[in-house]
């Protein structure tokens, strides 16, 4: 069964430091991973995936995240974190062999960036 | 263009009251989904549809029905509500290759009071 974990509910960072915004998954087949921000009340925007390739992968609005299959995580980074960078950040995961249908979400981690 | 078009965008029921949440896409998704997100629960599935005709049960299928009669609706009906089902909807689509993102309505924030 596929099942994705955000083990902070919460993430304080300084604007200028950089962030860090953790997640793992299990899947039985290949995963296929995704980033999604989400602001007040909007819905959830994509910010970038992992399908094959390299470990790293880079996204928009300076966001980056990076595969590790032995730790099965897909952490997000940001180099230098701006206050409009306050939001609500989701990772989810699909299994790329069992007909990926369906996406699952972990429960979302807040992101404060303090000036 | 518009994307993934909810309405309303608020609502209060009274319980036992019934609605329907409306949901359009315009860029030609097979695949669209209903969530509800609770506070620090993430998204959970209502119920999915794989193309016109087809609709399947997610994890919370329990009083919400749902129809998939053309390729850009697919709306999302509350028949009896419950103080339970308070909640902020979202619908979703996307195209049918795997490895591709969801894109996301704004929501509908729904209070059953």
């Known amino acids: 069964a596929q099942s994705v974990a955000q083990p902070e509910d919460q993430v304080n960072v300084a604007e200028g430091n950089p962030l860090t915004v953790k997640c793992t998954y299990s899947?039985?087949?290949?995963?296929?991973l995704f980033w999604y921000v989400q602001y007040p009340n909007r819905g959830l925007q994509f910010l970038l995936k992992?399908?094959?390739?390299?470990?790293l992968v880079k996204g928009s609005y300076g966001f980056e995240a990076e595969f590790n299959k032995s730790q099965t995580s897909f952490h997000l980074k940001k180099p230098s974190a701006l206050v409009s960078d306050s939001a609500l950040y989701f990772c989810?995961?699909?299994?790329?062999?069992?007909?990926?249908?369906?996406?699952?979400f972990g429960a979302g981690t807040r992101l404060f960036v303090k000036a | 263009n518009a994307g993934v078009t909810q309405t309303p965008k608020f609502r209060i029921l009274k319980i036992g009251q019934s609605m329907t949440l409306q949901c359009t896409q315009d860029?030609?998704?097979?695949?669209m989904y209903w969530y509800r997100q609770d506070p620090g629960m993430g998204l959970k599935l209502i119920y999915y549809?794989?193309?016109?005709?087809?609709?399947d049960k997610g994890e919370v299928p329990n009083g919400y029905n749902v129809s998939r009669s053309t390729t850009e609706d697919f709306p999302l009906r509350l028949e009896l509500a419950a103080p339970s089902q308070t909640s902020v909807y979202f619908c979703?689509?996307?195209?049918?290759?795997?490895?591709?993102?969801?894109?996301f309505g704004d929501g509908t924030r729904l209070s059953i009071l």
């Open positions: 989810a995961v699909r299994d790329g062999l069992a007909g990926g249908f369906k996406t699952i």
């Open positions: 992992y399908i094959t390739g390299d470990n």
């Open positions: 860029m030609n998704h097979n695949y």
């Open positions: 979703a689509s996307r195209i049918s290759q795997d490895n591709q993102p969801q894109h």
């Open positions: 899947v039985s087949g290949n995963p296929y």
């Open positions: 549809s794989v193309g016109a005709g087809i609709t």
